[in-house]
């Protein structure tokens, strides 16, 4: 399973590290594996890293040789043997899939074939992966929707979808961390703020850690949302030990 | 402290960018013409790192209620200062209660004014780029203050003056790297991108630019994978899209070029209507 990386360059000042074309968590895990030897091995020469399902990018400060310092990357991750225990964690994500958010559950249902109750207990029973974070910022790669759920994205994307949404789109679930336009459909939302610049650190999830959603009421959606403005609120999550 | 009189089309304090944040998301930003915004923190003796004010196509007007100096630089903006021109690319000493105007952009789209000691606007995650969803003011407004860092330079430093190429500006041509996606075109798209001249659509912005004239082109998804300023996009139908300061930081669209760090200086001087052409080039190791 364990494929060598290819090497790419990606412009003057950054580079790929690319592994097989495929969306599956053992790539991913190398991905990450690799991200921290180089955040370990080599800030001295790399700004940031930023992974995403098979591809580590790479980029470099601007007066570092990029060949150069690939070619000690390749070396140094051939003989790198070790599984650093990353401290990941299960979040839980409370969503409200109540009618007042839920705009395109009726979609969802014709389309799935599913009543409300299964969608939503389809969507909270599972455990998806962060892969990594992209488009907005905070916003979340999720992987393992269950495939009954997978519903078409809108023919036309909404102008404005609400901070806090909860959507299915095509194959992918994911939480939109700020109000913008999409083309997912929205099936509940979270008080929770995805992305906090206050915050300790600002998004709730990071590459690696899993997401649960946990189905609340109306009423707790309020509760919640006026602990998280009053900073009181202590989101649900424990390290993982795998 | 500089008072906005009036705002002009669009403009916005940026810096080098903010670094270190990519992994969440969150774009880099920063000047667009990274080149014009450095010439003028030069010319005042500034740190590279001092942030400027971006002016777009049409110029604000500024009040200032304090002495300093200022240059200004990029686009062929033609400034005031009580009414009487000033030069650009040169070092320009500013009084209390001067008032300078910029007027419109003769060449070119974006000019940069650098004051000495760089503006003092909010820091967010390290950088003072104006973004919205990061920075609380996200572009010039009228009756905006805007705080200046003090320097005990101002009075003690001759003039300075650079002549500027006009190449800069008009020249087609973008240098660029193959992308990561590039091989998988077909042979005859590949030729296609250097010999087509393409033309700059009106839609650009600091997100992206977008050129037409590749329609016969296109190319499938990929897999959503890191993206950079400069990585120019083509998408299943042919648009051609060109990622600027402010893009997102992750897509799923085909890398098919790499744009220099020069070009992306140059594509950001084009307007709507412009033409440019690619030239692929080998990379510097």
């Not at chain 2, 686009?75 to 200062?81: E, K, S, V």
Request: aromatic residues 8%; proline residues 5%; contains cysteine.
């Amino acid at each position: 399973m364990k494929t060598a990386p290819l090497y790419i360059r990606y412009g003057e000042h950054a580079a790929l590290v690319r592994w097989e074309a495929v969306i599956d968590p053992m790539i991913h895990h190398e991905v990450l594996r690799l991200r921290h030897f180089i955040s370990e091995k080599f800030s001295e020469e790399i700004i940031e890293t930023v992974p995403a399902y098979h591809e580590l990018a790479l980029y470099f400060k601007p007066n570092v040789s990029v060949s150069e310092v690939l070619k000690k990357i390749k070396r140094g991750y051939k003989i790198y043997s070790e599984h650093p225990s990353e401290v990941n964690f299960n979040v839980k994500i409370p969503v409200c899939y109540d009618e007042k958010f839920a705009l395109d559950m009726e979609r969802v249902v014709t389309h799935t074939g599913l009543s409300k109750a299964e969608i939503i207990a389809k969507h909270t029973e599972t455990t998806y992966k962060v892969y990594f974070l992209g488009f907005l910022p905070g916003f979340p790669y999720l992987g393992g929707l269950d495939t009954h759920l997978a519903t078409p994205r809108l023919e036309s994307p909404r102008e404005y979808i609400e901070k806090g949404a909860v959507a299915i789109g095509g194959n992918q679930t994911g939480i939109y961390p700020s109000a913008s336009p999409g083309g997912w459909n929205i099936i509940g939302q979270t008080p929770l703020q995805m992305f906090d610049l206050q915050g300790s650190q600002i998004t709730i999830l990071r590459s690696g850690d899993f997401v649960q959603f946990v189905a609340i009421s109306a009423q707790e959606f309020i509760w919640i949302e006026e602990k998280v403005a009053s900073n009181s609120y202590i989101i649900e999550k424990e390290v993982r030990h795998d | 402290m500089i008072k906005v009189i009036s705002a002009g089309i669009l403009s916005s304090i940026q810096d080098v960018g903010r670094y270190g944040y990519r992994d969440s998301g969150v774009p880099i930003s920063g000047s667009m013409d990274a080149y014009a915004a450095q010439l003028a923190n030069r010319l005042l003796g500034n740190h590279q790192d001092a942030a400027l004010l971006e002016i777009t196509l049409i110029g604000p007007v500024l009040e200032f209620r304090e002495p300093t100096a200022i240059a200004i630089t990029g686009a062929g903006f033609t400034p005031t200062i009580n009414n009487r021109e000033i030069p650009l690319n040169t070092r320009i000493w500013i009084e209390k209660g001067d008032e300078l105007r910029f007027g419109l952009a003769a060449y070119g789209l974006r000019g940069y004014l650098g004051v000495m000691g760089g503006f003092a606007t909010e820091v967010v995650l390290g950088s003072r780029s104006q973004y919205t969803g990061i920075t609380k003011s996200t572009s010039l407004k009228k009756g905006d203050l805007l705080p200046i860092l003090s320097s005990d330079k101002v009075g003690k430093i001759t003039t300075a003056s650079v002549k500027e190429r006009m190449e800069h500006f008009n020249s087609k041509e973008l240098i660029c790297y193959k992308g990561p996606e590039f091989e998988l075109l077909p042979k005859h798209i590949q030729k296609l991108l250097e010999t087509q001249v393409l033309e700059v659509s009106s839609k650009s912005n600091r997100m992206a630019y977008l050129l037409t004239g590749l329609e016969k082109a296109s190319a499938e998804e990929i897999i959503s994978a890191a993206v950079q300023p400069g990585t120019v996009q083509l998408t299943p139908s042919g648009q051609c899209i060109v990622l600027m300061r402010d893009a997102q930081t992750t897509g799923g669209y085909a890398r098919i070029l790499q744009l220099s760090e020069r070009a992306m200086h140059r594509l950001s001087q084009r307007r709507g209507g412009d033409h440019v052409q690619f030239r692929i080039s080998d990379l510097p190791l």
